[in-house]
Each structure stands twice: as C-alpha cells, then as structure tokens.
C-alpha cells in the first residue's frame, strides 16, 4: 500500500483545512487507516483514526475534527475545523491491518506528510 497525503496549507486560527490521503493497493477498505501529526521538536501524535469499528480521536481535536474515508474512491480524510495555532504540525496519514489504530508503532505504511500551519 502506497499512501500520498495532501491538503495542507497555511490557515488563520478558527479557519479550516481538509487533508486528503490517497492509497494505491488492494484491499484498503480492510485496513485501519489513521492521522497522525508531528510539530517540531515533539514526537509524533495521535489525532484521529477510523476503522470499520468506528471513529477515534484524540482530546485535542475531538469536537473541531472529522475523519471520513472513501473506500471506492481508496481515500480517507480529515476535516480540519476551528483551527488552532497548536495545530502546527507535519500531518501523516497511515495505514495498519491490525486493527489496533490508536498507537503509531502498529502502522505498517505511512503516507510522506504534509505541512499544516496555523497562525495567529
């Protein structure tokens, strides 16, 4: 599975984003699929994650982010509301057969990054 994020950009505090992650490959709709983010000088963190399950987010952007997929179109996604200047960060999407979505280290493939940045 090949992940290519995009959709990142520069953004006002309050405004909003949509990130976009196109997987190549078969069998993406048995995957678990989820966003992680990374600022500089921090590890990387968990945001959001959907499997067939349901939907998973972390405190910070619970109530201001949606992730979504598309499972003809191979695409998942994250809607990026009431954006904040902590939201800075390199977002990358990833992909695990798990099931265990929550923890980066259970990702088989990421997708290369994408720049988000929030200003103030």
């Known amino acids: 599975v090949q992940l290519q994020a995009s959709g990142g950009g520069l953004a006002q505090a309050g405004g909003s984003l949509r990130l976009s992650c196109a997987a190549s490959g078969r069998s993406f709709s048995n995957y678990g699929m989820g966003w992680f983010r990374q600022a500089p000088g921090k590890e990387r963190e968990f945001v959001a994650a959907i499997r067939w399950s349901g939907t998973f987010y972390a405190d910070s952007v619970k109530g201001r982010f949606t992730i979504s997929r598309d499972n003809a179109k191979n695409t998942v996604y994250l809607q990026m509301d009431s954006l904040k200047p902590e939201d800075t960060a390199v977002y990358f999407c990833?992909?695990?057969?798990?099931?265990?979505?929550?923890?980066?280290?259970?990702?088989?493939?990421w997708g290369q990054g994408t720049l988000v940045t929030v200003s103030s």
């Open positions: 990833g992909a695990t057969a798990t099931g265990r979505v929550l923890m980066a280290r259970e990702y088989n493939y």
